[in-house]
């Protein structure tokens, strides 16, 4: 093992030479209907410029993780306004032939590191995107992290497979109150090549910030006693599409990130072809922690809770509608004497704040009858209920840990 690790690490030495003056001209074919696309260039450029040597077709439509933008008239009108380096995108080409555009990409941008997220005092996530043409062989990709400026793959990091596109992974067991510094990193058979340097620094105090209370649950489950995105019980704090881990201004089918503008057009979890793009079927019923928000916002430790976990948490509680220094909501008080504050916050539907007299609590299951829909809690007036409900709308998030990271 020691003689073929040596080998190793002066491979590696040799890649990164050879790949350091190394630039290629990226070719990326638009076929009809969708396509999934990474934008390789160093630095962010508007879509006209960046589509500049192809015409679009009239109704083709391009999307972010959070927002579209449609082609009419000769221009693109949305929210899509730019292509971002390292992002991916979904193309949908009204075309009925194949198209052409090229970049020419350095070695400097064949991977980039994500920024950052779900940061507590011991951990955080971290990862990156590979943006190498189709066919390369990618044979390890990963973060190089370390408590000094430019880590490399001699030092700590991650191995989070191979293949090209978006990756990423948790960094656990971390020193409170400490900047670190990541560079996501991939070994291919263009040699091995670093993106920028990203940093974060950890928590005080040993742990994270955010409150919770045992209510003495079966399962031993704790609440936090906040939403994601609030300061205090009472604020309504942000709102989330199911699965999506960032709030945005307009909810809706043409901006859900998992799907291709309507709901029987799903791209991620989907058990049933009937609702899948194309056919597209994963039988993923619970949300991966990528897409969790209360994981990507909060931390490893913290998820939402199932469809089954808020059912015991009524079960379990006297609910309560009740207004809590001024703000209408739900209380659950617990026999332990403890209780948990749920305000109505309302649910988001396009860009318009609805219904605030009602609380729209999203759960991390599916509904697995219609998967263009996502178990919910709801309550209203008398109406108190886990119901299931479209993935788009934007709920609020309520987290929960296991007792054993009390």
Not at 191 to 205: D, I, M, P
Request: charged share 15%.
């Amino acid at each position: 093992m020691k003689k073929v690790f040596i080998l190793l690490v002066g491979l590696l030495a040799m890649m990164a030479a050879s790949l350091s003056a190394k630039a290629q001209q990226i070719t990326i074919t638009l076929y009809p209907g969708v396509n999934w696309i990474s934008y390789p260039n160093a630095e962010a450029m508007d879509i006209a410029s960046a589509f500049g040597n192809f015409t679009p077709a009239q109704g083709d439509i391009i999307k972010s993780q959070y927002t579209s933008s449609v082609y009419s008239d000769g221009c693109w009108m949305g929210g899509v306004t730019q292509l971002v380096p390292g992002c991916g995108y979904k193309y949908y080409s009204k075309r009925t032939e194949e198209v052409d555009f090229s970049f020419t990409q350095t070695a400097s941008n064949v991977v980039v590191t994500s920024t950052p997220t779900g940061i507590t005092a011991t951990s955080a996530i971290v990862g990156g995107m590979v943006i190498l043409p189709e066919g390369t062989h990618v044979f390890l990709r990963g973060v190089c992290w370390g408590t000094e400026s430019n880590p490399d793959i001699d030092g700590d990091h991650t191995s989070d497979g191979t293949g090209i596109g978006s990756f990423s992974g948790t960094l656990e067991e971390l020193d409170p109150n400490t900047t670190y510094y990541v560079r996501a990193y991939v070994v291919s058979d263009q040699g091995l090549a670093y993106g920028g340097e990203q940093s974060f620094t950890t928590e005080a105090g040993g742990g994270d910030d955010h409150a919770y209370v045992d209510l003495g649950l079966p399962s031993g489950l704790l609440w936090a006693t906040c939403n994601v995105g609030a300061a205090s019980p009472e604020d309504y704090g942000d709102y989330f599409a199911w699965g999506e881990t960032q709030p945005k201004d307009t909810y809706n089918w043409s901006t859900y990130q998992y799907c291709m503008g309507d709901n029987d057009m799903l791209t991620k979890y989907c058990n049933n072809s009937s609702y899948g793009y194309n056919g597209f079927t994963d039988d993923l019923i619970t949300l991966l922690p990528e897409d969790d928000a209360a994981t990507a916002n909060w931390g490893a430790d913290w998820r939402m809770p199932t469809k089954e976990e808020w059912q015991e948490l009524y079960q379990n509680t006297t609910c309560t509608l009740t207004t809590q220094n001024g703000v209408n909501g739900l209380l659950f008080t617990a026999a332990n004497g403890n209780s948990l504050f749920l305000p109505a916050a309302g649910y988001f539907d396009n860009s318009n704040l609805s219904n605030v007299s009602s609380g729209n609590y999203w759960s991390s299951s599916l509904y697995t009858d219609y998967p263009g829909d996502a178990w919910y809690l709801f309550f209203y007036a008398d109406n108190f209920a886990v119901e299931y409900y479209g993935r788009y709308y934007g709920l609020s998030v309520r987290p929960v840990r296991s007792s054993g990271q009390n």
